[in-house]
């Protein structure tokens, strides 16, 4: 059973401690203005995208900041960022930390792909890597989505050798998701515990935007109700009672995905708006609500009218 408590923290947006067993002990669920219109509207993409991952990322930062004061006596040098290709390059933590601290933020890369087994079974492989910057004695941070964590663990997987390897110590990981379920979130707790087997101080704090999503079925589609994992503050239920419709029997509380792919909807923003159509006209025939209906026939509309406008000629040069 999940409980989650309110810490006051001035940072412009609502952070929760989560205590669940299979989570890593440090667990916060961030409420933030930029990621609802994220995950409440699946119309944003490409451009406009970006622009509210930014700021995410820079609440991302500004909440581990003020939670973690250890942070503060680290030098540039000894923090790194775990880009995950694709996904990471869409938080764009780069940038968040320059414009947060006016200093270059170092960079490894893991190329990590998915595939799967059977059913809503994912495995996942590495097909490239880059860890010049990987720091000694450091902090390690990474932002992606998680649906089933296996592109995470095998990211973390390697990041452990690499660092066995090199016989360097490290001394946390910093995860924060925009999108993450429960079910995936839980694997970090199992590579806690392999990496405390080297480096018994080493810790993994989690931010997760809105919520802990629950998984359907399919292993993709991050769902905001899902009965013994979607993990919810109250302020998120209602924003949910709101936007979607009755959170206990609604359609689409327990339907729509809260992301998509992220992947296309940061770099292929017409195949991830041709997804929200194909869901909301076949969703449409199914879902019994009024709200619902309104809902997805918005969708419908909107999304018709943003793949019309990814047609048109560009822009004159300004």
């Known amino acids: 059973?999940?409980?989650?408590?309110?810490?006051?923290?001035?940072?412009?947006?609502s952070v929760y401690k989560v205590e669940h067993p299979e989570l890593p002990k440090n667990t916060h669920i961030v409420c933030m203005t930029p990621v609802q219109?994220?995950?409440?509207?699946?119309?944003?993409?490409g451009r406009d995208l970006r622009k509210l991952s930014l700021d995410c990322s820079?609440?991302?930062?500004?909440?581990?900041?003020?939670?973690?004061?250890?942070?503060?006596?680290?030098?540039?040098?000894?923090?790194?960022?775990i880009v995950v290709?694709?996904?990471?390059?869409?938080?764009?933590?780069?940038?968040?930390?320059?414009?947060?601290?006016?200093?270059?933020?170092?960079?490894c890369f893991v190329g990590a792909r998915r595939f799967r087994i059977s059913g809503g079974e994912f495995g996942a492989e590495i097909f490239y890597t880059n860890f010049d910057s990987l720091p000694n004695d450091g902090v390690l941070f990474t932002g992606d989505t998680i649906a089933t964590g296996a592109s995470l663990s095998r990211t973390l997987a390697v990041t452990r050798n690499e660092l066995r390897e090199r016989d360097y110590d490290v001394r946390s990981l910093l995860v924060f998701s925009i999108a993450g379920s429960f079910k995936g979130c839980t694997r970090l707790l199992e590579w806690e515990e392999r990496f405390?087997?080297?480096?018994?101080?080493?810790?993994?704090?989690?931010?997760?935007?809105?919520?802990?999503?629950?998984?359907?079925?399919?292993?993709?589609?991050?769902?905001?109700?899902?009965?013994?994992?979607?993990?919810?503050?109250?302020?998120?239920i209602k924003r949910v009672d709101r936007l979607y419709g009755d959170y206990d029997t609604g359609f689409l509380p327990g339907n729509i995905c809260a992301i998509f792919d992220w992947g296309d909807r940061n770099f292929k923003p017409e195949r991830h708006l041709?997804?929200?159509?194909?869901?909301?006209?076949s969703s449409l025939k199914?879902?019994?609500?009024?709200?619902?209906?309104?809902?997805?026939?918005?969708?419908?509309?909107?999304?018709?009218?943003?793949?019309?406008?990814l047609n048109q000629s560009l822009p004159g040069i300004r």
């Open 58 to 81: 820079k609440l991302f930062l500004r909440a581990a900041w003020t939670m973690m004061p250890s942070l503060r006596k680290l030098s540039a040098r000894q923090l790194s960022e």
């Open 37 to 45: 219109k994220i995950l409440y509207n699946p119309i944003i993409c």
């Open 1 to 13: 059973m999940a409980t989650s408590r309110k810490v006051s923290l001035p940072i412009g947006g």
């Open 274 to 281: 041709e997804d929200v159509l194909k869901f909301a006209r």
């Open 85 to 107: 290709l694709r996904g990471s390059l869409g938080y764009q933590f780069d940038a968040a930390f320059e414009q947060l601290f006016k200093r270059y933020l170092p960079r």
């Open 196 to 236: 405390r087997e080297w480096w018994p101080n080493f810790r993994i704090h989690l931010f997760a935007a809105e919520a802990l999503f629950g998984l359907a079925d399919n292993g993709t589609d991050l769902l905001f109700r899902r009965e013994d994992e979607a993990i919810l503050p109250n302020e998120s």
């Open 286 to 309: 199914v879902a019994k609500d009024q709200k619902s209906k309104a809902v997805l026939r918005g969708l419908i509309l909107k999304a018709e009218n943003e793949l019309k406008k």
